[in-house]
Nanobody, 125 residues
Framework: QYQLVESGGGLVQPGGSLRLSCAASGFSLDGYAFGWFRQAPGKEREEVSCISGSGRRTRYAASVKGRFTISRDNAKNTVYLQMNSLQPEDTATYYC??????????????????WGKGTLVTVSS
């Protein structure tokens, strides 16, 4: 059974950092593009970042560029999202997703076909 499990969320003060992990099970993530998305209460889901199957290309939302870094460790079968300089507006449930059909090098959210259940990030003093 293919699964993605996110971890690393929690409560952090403004200006703090967190590293989210997305562990794949049941398959090797090598070669697949992955994305991180978030959804705040009452808001639509938005893409945060995306990484290509090779890891050589990435994309970031304007709101997180320069603060967040997406990476992958194929040996650990895990994708990461390092989040620095967190702000209250970053509060959301964060989801990782995979494009298992190789729709695009940097796929959109609608191209993703495997999703995790999410991890909650709360930025508050």
């Amino acid at each position: 059974q293919y699964q993605l499990v996110e971890s690393g969320g929690g409560l952090v003060q403004p200006g703090g950092s967190l590293r989210l992990s997305c562990a794949a099970s049941g398959f090797s993530l090598d070669g697949y593009a992955f994305g991180w998305f978030r959804q705040a209460p009452g808001k639509e889901r938005e893409e945060v970042s995306c990484i290509s199957g090779s890891g050589r290309r990435t994309r970031y939302a304007a709101s997180v560029k320069g603060r967040f870094t997406i990476s992958r460790d194929n040996a650990k079968n895990t994708v990461y999202l390092q989040m620095n300089s967190l702000q209250p507006e970053d509060t959301a449930t964060y989801y990782c997703a995979a494009d298992l059909d190789w729709v695009a090098e940097l796929p959109e959210g609608s191209d993703m076909d495997l999703w995790g259940k999410g991890t909650l990030v709360t930025v508050s003093s």
